[in-house]
């Protein structure tokens, strides 16, 4: 057992290698093509935006012949509501995040939805190195080839990529004293959580461009051992406890009879047949990784409606998680296998039509796949520990690790500090309690980031919104006649917070 | 006389072009050495500071193999007056500009005058490549060869090696609560003007490295037009005007006068003698930059008590220049030079010993030259347009010439926006109104750079400290007997408001 249990510790290092990477584990058929699940007016047929293309340049900061290179960045554009130039009417920026901006703009609901009313013009900016927005001649095989190019793909560089483009945009608008505003929020079932973090970063960075920012779910606090590494794992137990605590004992006891299984002649085959495993490839670790990845990201967005980012989920997807693990009854170790099989399709097979689940499956339909090369320079979060009460087995966040796998994967060494050097994050209470000003923090308390999220007040103007029974940003995505109260109420605060810095801001340029 | 104004208007193109290049004109014998005139008990044969060296990360922006070369930053550094760590006492920060930064050091008697009263930690960061702070190797050679290596010269990454420097250090002196308060103000006769830039972008983009900037005679307003591009000379020529109209008349009647001079047969020989131009090199460009290079230093370092920067000046050394061309009677042209010798004589040769003077001199004492390259790049301040009543010939402000001057001489393109779209400066008041805090800008009027500085509070925490009859950020100077009231005033402010700041911050604290 005493062996059993140090396998298992080793066996969850791929935890923290799956922060690491972006979600590759997904099923085989085709994700489902983009449906909201709102009932609004805003048809997602018809043509939500004009693709437009911006001359970026490769390096804001260095005066290097190499720095002048110049890339094509991708933004979307929808006039259809803007109040215009002449008015000052204002203009939302959506900060794009590390994947393609399509996806992320047709699951940005609350941009979509609240247009009209503030007459705004909207604007989602690709970040650089994703999607369309490829540096080196726009051809991904270079960009992504090595550190010597990818080192171009950095947080701060991206913000300075928005700030010179909107300034541009502006400009050739004839809109210069329109008020920008910039909203953060990632969808899809990776562990990205860059785009959020870069919101509430760009209204402290560049106040002069953006006049205030909605970080929905932003863990800024996530870094430098500010938080506690148990902290996301902590609040992924919680929440499969609050279901039921029958739930949570089968998940937490599941990993070392799979472990143990697995060790037994015969065992991984019958692994295979509990978990409809493809018959391309099983090892233990990575139907571990399957299994915690669903669990994972279902507590992310364990949304009250039916939500669809890298896979379908049903409302409430823990509460039913639960539910295939306690309505079938006791009993043998299969059984187990059998009641976290239900569990698992509900992540992985809510449509029913999975035959077979495929392990070993790389592909990236949301172009995720660089947020590995951030996590090994500066996105260095210290999560994938997990402590006695964890619904997954014991374990320390790995620097030491993590930084073996970077230089192995990449040839560099990350730089652990540098998010808390150039952004802070330590005692933020007392830094920015006189500085700064117009950030909304959203933190949903089901969301496993919320720990390392602004959970109080810190001044008048940087407000700290917070829901009980919120997960991962549930206030940016469309809403639905089945919202329940406290999602609507803090949706209304946030457009009560937006109006006001805009009469601010009208009141400022008039007098 | 129309061709000769033509003529005359590309003549002052060098005056552009002056502001491009540091103070090359300098006198050949040996500056003094340092001296302050002060008479306060700090005595700078003493050892005022230890000298240390930080490594420093080249690139702190982009994560290339060649981003991760290190360099050796200089710092100096006094635990004299040091409360120590326990008591969390303050740390001042000197955020070292474009020169040596023991030459700076020794003239920033504030911070030394201040640091019993403050119990403070005294830190003095040299800029990186100036001094001895030099990457590739600390070779000179192979860090100023071309764009490919100086391109890591830029305000960004200078402010990121500040915060990188500070915080380590605080770690490694257990300080990590210590208080620091970054203080900029440049001294020197070159068109320097980055540091005192740097202290008030430091504490808006780094607010929790620093609590608080004092930011003398800081012209962040005097980029991207947002200044008229004649508020520089339009300065100059006030200082003078106030002083005499005569003397404002003769400096302005001198231009034409040199180079309809200098057109005759012989006339070089005459302008070489009534001057004391050695007999090396003389044009008539050469000689406008010479004595418009004195009229600009002085009317900047026009304080109200003797003062040695680039060069030794009396009290009040605008009056003095006026004195010496209003006590000589009128008359013919050579008496017209005579005047302005002996004006020109108030700024090079206080000492009486110079014997000729060196048009052709380009030694650079204080290891300025590199500002030439910030000039090319992002610090592009347009100023060098005269207009009808500046003393200097009606001029516009040339961006396409100063962009050919750095294609010639480092192959760069300017970004002549980059700045505000970093740091902003538009909209200032209204953009900072309710962003930022802790922020105090002195400017004197007599400088010709507060033009381009804040004179009108912000809010109650970013304040303007305006001397009607300052110059160049005297307040930051040592302090002498015979310092008028209002300088002292100023400086009794200053104290008071970074004491408030102090306060504030141990209130949160312990609070």
Known sequence: ???????????????????????????????????????????????????????????????????????????????????????????????????????????????FENAPHFKALLVFIEHRFYGKSIPFGGNKDAAYANSSTLGYLSSTQALADYATLIIDLKKNLSAVDSPVVVFGGSYGGSMALFIWLLAAWFRLKYPHVAIGALASSAPILY????????????????????????????????????????????????????????KNYISAGALVSWLSTAFIYTAMTDYPTPSNFLNPLPAYPVKQMCKAIDDRKAGNNSNTFEKLYGAANVYYNSTGRATCFNLNDDSDPHGLDEWSWQA?????????????DSIFPPSEWDYAGRAQSCEDAFG???????????????????????????????????????????????????????????????????????????LKHARRREIKIIENWLSQYYHSSSS
Chains 1, 2 share one sequence.
């Open 1 to 111: 057992m005493a062996m059993g249990g140090t396998r298992l510790r080793l066996l969850f290092l791929t935890l923290q290698l799956l922060l690491i990477s972006s979600a590759k584990i997904t099923l085989r058929f085709p994700s489902p093509a983009f449906r909201p699940e709102s009932s609004s007016s805003v048809s997602i047929k018809s043509k939500l935006y004009e693709t437009k293309y911006y001359t970026q340049i490769l390096d804001h900061f260095t005066f290097t012949p190499q720095s002048y290179q110049t890339f094509q960045q991708r933004y979307l554009i929808s006039y259809k509501h803007w109040g215009g130039a002449k008015k000052n009417a204002p203009i939302f920026v959506y900060t794009g995040n590390e994947g393609d901006i399509e996806w992320f703009t047709q699951n940005t609901g609350f941009m």
């Open 223 to 278: 870094f430098d051992n500010i938080t506690s590494e148990y902290s996301f794992h902590s609040t992924v137990g919680n929440d499969f406890r609050s279901e039921s605590e029958n739930c949570y004992k089968v998940i937490k006891g599941s990993w070392q009879l799979i472990e143990d299984t697995a060790e037994q002649s015969g065992g991984l085959d019958t692994l295979r047949k509990s978990f409809r495993i493809c």
């Open 376 to 388: 090994c320079t500066e996105m260095i979060l210290p999560i994938g520990g997990n402590n006695a």
């Open 412 to 486: 560099v060494q990350p730089r652990p500090n540098w998010i808390t050097t150039e952004f802070g994050g330590h005692n933020i209470q007392r830094v920015l309690k006189r500085f700064g000003s117009n950030i909304i923090f959203f933190n949903g308390l089901r969301d496993p980031w919320s720990g390392g999220g602004v959970l109080k007040d810190i001044s008048k103007s940087l407000v700290a919104i917070v829901a009980k029974e919120g997960a991962h940003h549930v206030d940016l995505r469309f809403s639905t006649p089945e919202d329940p109260e406290w």
